[in-house]
């Protein structure tokens, strides 16, 4: 926590320090004590708050004390409070610039812990609608095809692969979608009886 503060690295977003100066200074502090993985007392921080009872919070603090409480629970391998604080933070401002990283590791705990796909993929889905631009749409996108594969709603996920080869020919998960996920797709397709989309089983030949 010292050597954070001596080296005076960048933890706040400038936009968390413009509001409510009590919230400002606990913020900071509980942010610090993110850093040091000194989860408990951030926590404590986080939720003085939340609560609103010893500052007035303006909806973008609210937002970043809701995440940032998600990061620390999630560090302290709690990953289903983690995900209501998540999408707390998502709640509280949708125009914080975290807000589709908020709604992305919500997803994940949904898929990863939950195992509800369609709630996961839900969310997913309000990224690339909300956010297209954000790092994690592209990702989400992806995420869509393949948890609809798992979940073997096989027309789903093919017109899920399709529309994101489409939007991202350029992306790092080409690869895998057509050497792994594709040809996969289509044998699974073949033995349930699904016959591919026309044109489409090419795909899985470049």
Known sequence: ??????????????????????????????????????????????????????????????????????????????????????LAAAMADKNAPWYPKAMFFAANVAQNYDRDTEQAISIWKKIIQTRPKAPEAERAMYYVAVAYQWAKKFTESRRAYEAFLKKHPGSVYVKPIRQHHLPRLTAAEEKAGVAGKKGTQKETNR
């Open 1 to 86: 926590m010292i050597s954070a503060a001596k080296a005076q690295k960048k933890l706040t977003p400038d936009e968390v320090l413009k509001g409510d100066k009590k919230a400002k200074l606990m913020l900071q502090l509980a942010d610090i004590y993110y850093e040091a993985r000194d989860f408990d007392h951030g926590v404590r921080l986080y939720d003085l708050v939340i609560s609103r009872s010893v500052s007035s919070p303006g909806k973008v603090q609210l937002s970043w004390a809701h995440f940032m409480k998600g990061r620390s629970l999630y560090g302290k391998l709690e990953p289903l409070p983690a995900k209501k604080e998540y």
